[in-house]
Nanobody, 126 residues
């Protein structure tokens, strides 16, 4: 079955950086677009970034565009999220998500994701 295991979360100072990883298994990783989402305390899960199956296109929510970079290594079945210029409002549980198609399909709430991982905590605080 689909398994998505996130890692790399932790505590960072405002203005700092973190790199999240997501190890994928149980499906053909190279044939699916992938996404990152996050959920802050008391908030709904929100989609923040997506990337095509071949890595040719990537998309971002306005709140992270220019600071976060999504990437993937299909040979390693791994998805990444490089987070720079972190802000306290970036504090959340971060999730890796499998998209049902090779391209990112957008919905009214972000992008279509059919499986989410268990999440990794990111806390931005001085």
């Amino acid at each position: 079955q689909v398994q998505l295991v996130e890692s790399g979360g932790g505590l960072a100072q405002p203005g700092g950086s973190l790199r999240l990883s997501c190890a994928a298994s149980g499906f053909t990783f190279s044939k699916h677009a992938m996404s990152w989402g996050r959920q802050a305390p008391g908030e709904e899960l929100e989609w923040i970034a997506g990337i095509y199956s071949d890595g040719s296109n990537s998309y971002y929510k306005d709140s992270v565009r220019g600071r976060f970079t999504i990437s993937r290594d299909n040979a390693k079945n791994t998805l990444y999220l490089q987070m720079n210029s972190l802000k306290p409002e970036d504090t959340a549980l971060y999730y890796c998500g499998k998209n049902p198609k090779e391209i990112v399909i957008f919905t009214s709430s972000g992008a279509l994701v059919d499986n989410w991982g268990q999440g990794t905590q990111v806390t931005v605080s001085s």
